[in-house]
C-alpha cells in the first residue's frame, strides 16, 4: 500500500462546478498534513494546511478524518485558473534527531473546462 | 522574501556521467530538503540537511549525495547517470526548530534534468 494515496483523475469539470479530491494515507502517527498546487512543468506551492476540525479559505474547503486516515479538498465554483494538479501532503512525527519525514501523493489532475 | 533559486533550469547529460545541481534557500531558511520528481508522479524525497548535516534520507541509492554551506545553499551531487534520474528535482527550503511542528516547504522552481 503506497504511503500516501490519491484519486488519479485526470478531473474533467466545467466552469462553476463543485469538485471533491480525495487523499488517504497508511501511518496512523501522521501528524500534518497540506494540499499543494502544482501548475504545469512548475514547482509545487502551498494551497493549504489541514486542520482536525476542517478549514476553509474561500473557495477551497479541506477537511481531515483522522480515524479513518482520509483528507479531502473541495473546490466551489471552479475557475479556470484553478487547473493545475492537486498534491496531497502527509507529514510524521519529528524524530530524535530532529528529521520530519515528509511524503507527497502522486497527485490530481484538474482541468476546468470553459 | 528572497524565495528559493535552483540552477542550472535545464540540464541535458549522458549516461554514467556526473551532475551537480544548486540550490539558494529562502532567507532565515535553515533546512533544505531535495525532491525527484518522474513525470506524472508526486515527488519523492531524496534528503534533507539541517545545519550542514544529513538528517533524513529517503529510498535513494548513495550515488545521490549532497552539502548544505553556511550560507544555507546547498547542492545535489549524482554519480553515475542512469537513464531513469531523468526528473524534474526540486529544492524545497524550510526553517526549522526541534520544538517547532511541520513546517511550510518552500520550492524552488526545479531543475529538469535529462539523461540520454
Known amino acids: 500500500r503506497k504511503e500516501v494515496e490519491q484519486d488519479p483523475g485526470p478531473f474533467n469539470v466545467p466552469e462553476g462546478a463543485t469538485v471533491a479530491f480525495n487523499c488517504t494515507y497508511s501511518?496512523?502517527?501522521?501528524?500534518?498534513f497540506f494540499w499543494y498546487r502544482q501548475d504545469c512543468r512548475k514547482e509545487p506551492k502551498l494551497l493549504m494546511s489541514?486542520?482536525?476540525s476542517g478549514n476553509e479559505d474561500g473557495r477551497f474547503t479541506a477537511q481531515l478524518n483522522r480515524a479513518s486516515q482520509y483528507i479531502s479538498l473541495l473546490i466551489r465554483d471552479s475557475k479556470l485558473s484553478d487547473s493545475a494538479t492537486y498534491l496531497c501532503?502527509?507529514?510524521?512525527?519529528?524524530?530524535?534527531?530532529?528529521?520530519?519525514?515528509?511524503?507527497f501523493g502522486t497527485g490530481t489532475k484538474l482541468q476546468v473546462i470553459p | 522574501e528572497t524565495g528559493v533559486t535552483q540552477s542550472p533550469t535545464h540540464l541535458i547529460k549522458t549516461r554514467g556521467q556526473q551532475v551537480t545541481l544548486r540550490c539558494s534557500s529562502q532567507?532565515?531558511?535553515?533546512?533544505v530538503s531535495w525532491y525527484q520528481q518522474a513525470l506524472g508522479q508526486g515527488p519523492q524525497f531524496i534528503f534533507q540537511?539541517?545545519?550542514?548535516?544529513?538528517?533524513g534520507r529517503g529510498n535513494f541509492p548513495p550515488r545521490f549525495s549532497g552539502l548544505q554551506f553556511p550560507n544555507y545553499s546547498s547542492e545535489l551531487n549524482v554519480n553515475a547517470l542512469e537513464l531513469d534520474d531523468s526528473a524534474l528535482y526540486l529544492c524545497?527550503?524550510?526553517?526549522?526548530?526541534?520544538?517547532?511542528?511541520?513546517?511550510?516547504?518552500?520550492f524552488g522552481s526545479g531543475t529538469q534534468l535529462s539523461v540520454l
Open positions: 540537511y539541517y545545519r550542514e548535516e544529513e538528517n
Open positions: 489541514v486542520y482536525s
Open positions: 501511518n496512523s502517527a501522521s501528524q500534518s
Open positions: 501532503v502527509v507529514a510524521d512525527p519529528r524524530n530524535s534527531g530532529g528529521y520530519q519525514k515528509v511524503t
Open positions: 524545497a527550503s524550510s526553517l526549522s526548530g526541534r520544538a517547532s511542528g511541520s513546517e511550510k516547504l518552500l
Open positions: 532567507s532565515g531558511h535553515n533546512t
